[in-house]
């Protein structure tokens, strides 16, 4: 039986996880990280990515994360994201929708389209999906 | 004297006018808890991330970002104001905009001004004055706010800072301090106040005596300087949640008052009313008991 750690992500809307771990895998914006109870203490801005976790029973969570920051510290990790879902609050038929929105915007190539956002918005789209087929 | 019928017609237009004040009342009431749900579902994020960045800039030098240096000369200025989009709710948006205009016409005399304003009644004033309205922004104030519109407008303010466009950032948006209590405060955003400021001036000890060392990734420096921004969006946030929460507190103490105020009024027409019912009954008496003597005579 791993020690547990604690888990806490928030986001300014609301605490999306917050109990107790056994490890947290996040997508550290210089590579992906993991964090067992004892880690050192660790600051890291994060990429948009999945958070995985297993939780006190075992059992393997993600979490969507839209870019943010991770503190580590030996007992507790905290995540703060401009934004979270967990795995089982995705939207996926938004996200589809998102995507195709984001494809199409992308192909008209006119002058007038905001590139950035919309490739930020179909990287959003895809990573979404990919979590909710997990499995 | 007011005829009875006049009396009477407007005891039942002030009863009106209570019914529709009382109702909003309700409707502020249910709001405010809506809004101060939404504040207080913010403080753990904020909480945590002063925490965070005081941690870090405690190991940051005082010029890691661009953001924290103050112009030697400052002649253009841009001022958030946030205000409501609805009246009715006492003293709120003339608190507010009598903020502003003291502060443009003493501290940035002389100096370029230009207005963002979310709410619609801090908007109306603006277009009065002579300065421009750089950016507005219409039904964010009292509702749901996404914190997307505090980063994005947030981000056009760090833009032009960048660029030079403007040499400093204030805010003007009303502080919650309690039901009874809202605060029109100034706030100045960009250049961003030393880093002492920002943590309350005291270094963050743990509880068991030490600073937490932080391996960071990205250097210290470069992660202080994807913090800052934020921090910005965070105080814009923070700002609208505020003054939502004001402002519905204020409405429903407002309309509080005006139930009140139809209610006495009511009250005072109502024994008028009886009065003039009494004496009109009793003039009609006398008739009659002067009518019946006279037939007795």
């Given at each position: 039986m791993a020690e547990k750690l604690f888990l806490e992500v928030v986001t300014p809307q609301k605490s999306v996880v917050s109990e107790e771990v056994e490890i947290v895998v996040a997508p550290g914006s210089e590579g992906e990280f993991g964090a067992l109870k004892g880690h050192t203490t660790f600051l890291t801005s994060l990429k948009l990515g999945t958070l995985r976790y297993k939780d006190s029973a075992g059992k393997e969570r993600y979490v969507f994360i839209n870019g943010g920051f991770a503190e580590v510290l030996p007992t507790k990790v905290t995540i703060l994201a401009e934004s979270a879902e967990r795995r089982k609050d995705i939207d996926v038929e938004r996200a589809v929708k998102a995507k195709e929105r984001a494809e199409k915007r992308l192909a008209s190539r006119s002058p007038e389209t905001d590139l950035v956002r919309a490739e930020a918005a179909l990287r959003r789209a895809l990573h979404r999906i990919k979590i909710k087929d997990i499995r | 004297?007011?005829?009875?019928?006049?009396?009477?017609?407007?005891?039942?237009?002030?009863?009106?006018?209570?019914?529709?004040?009382?109702?909003?009342?309700?409707?502020?009431?249910?709001?405010?808890?809506?809004?101060?749900?939404?504040?207080?579902?913010?403080?753990?994020?904020?909480?945590?991330?002063?925490?965070?960045?005081?941690?870090?800039?405690?190991?940051?030098?005082?010029?890691?970002?661009?953001?924290?240096?103050?112009?030697?000369?400052?002649?253009?200025?841009?001022?958030?104001?946030?205000?409501?989009?609805?009246?009715?709710?006492?003293?709120?948006?003339?608190?507010?905009?009598?903020?502003?205009?003291?502060?443009?016409?003493?501290?940035?005399?002389?100096?370029?001004?230009?207005?963002?304003?979310?709410?619609?009644?801090?908007?109306?004033?603006?277009?009065?004055?002579?300065?421009?309205?750089?950016?507005?922004?219409?039904?964010?104030?009292?509702?749901k706010i996404a914190f997307g519109i505090a980063s994005s407008s947030g981000q056009k303010m760090i833009d032009s800072f960048l660029e030079g466009?403007?040499?400093?950032?204030?805010?003007?948006?009303?502080?919650?301090?309690?039901?009874?209590?809202?605060?029109?405060?100034?706030?100045?955003?960009?250049?961003?106040?030393?880093?002492?400021?920002?943590?309350?001036?005291?270094?963050?000890?743990?509880?068991?005596?030490?600073?937490?060392?932080?391996?960071?990734?990205?250097?210290?420096?470069?992660?202080?300087?994807?913090?800052?921004?934020?921090?910005?969006?965070?105080?814009?946030?923070?700002?609208l949640l505020q003054t939502s929460t004001s402002e519905h507190a204020a409405r429903m103490r407002a309309m509080e008052n005006a139930t009140k105020a139809c209610e006495d009024m009511v009250g005072e027409l109502q024994s008028i009313f009886n009065k003039t019912r009494q004496s009109k009954i009793t003039g009609d008496l006398m008739d009659i008991v002067g009518g019946a003597e006279a037939l007795k005579g």
């Open positions: - | 004297m007011a005829t009875l019928k006049e009396v009477k017609s407007k005891i039942v237009s002030i009863k009106k006018t209570r019914q529709i004040t009382s109702a909003m009342k309700m409707v502020a009431t249910s709001r405010l808890r809506g809004a101060q749900n939404r504040m207080e579902a913010f403080k753990p994020y904020a909480g945590k991330f002063a925490e965070v960045l005081g941690s870090i800039a405690g190991k940051s030098g005082e010029n890691a970002s661009p953001l924290l240096v103050p112009r030697d000369e400052v002649k253009k200025v841009a001022l958030i104001l946030c205000t409501s989009d609805r009246g009715l709710c006492g003293g709120f948006n003339s608190n507010l905009i009598t903020k502003a205009d003291k502060f443009v016409q003493s501290e940035l005399e002389g100096k370029e001004v230009s207005y963002i304003c979310f709410g619609k009644r801090g908007r109306d004033w603006a277009k009065k004055q002579p300065q421009p309205i750089e950016d507005q922004y219409i039904g964010v104030v009292g509702g466009a403007v040499d400093e950032v204030y805010l003007i948006y009303s502080r919650f301090v309690n039901m009874a209590r809202q605060e029109a405060t100034l706030k100045k955003i960009l250049p961003i106040p030393s880093l002492d400021e920002l943590t309350g001036g005291k270094e963050e000890v743990q509880a068991d005596g030490f600073l937490p060392e932080h391996i960071c990734e990205p250097s210290s420096d470069k992660l202080l300087g994807e913090m800052l921004p934020k921090n910005v969006f965070i105080q814009i946030y923070d700002a």
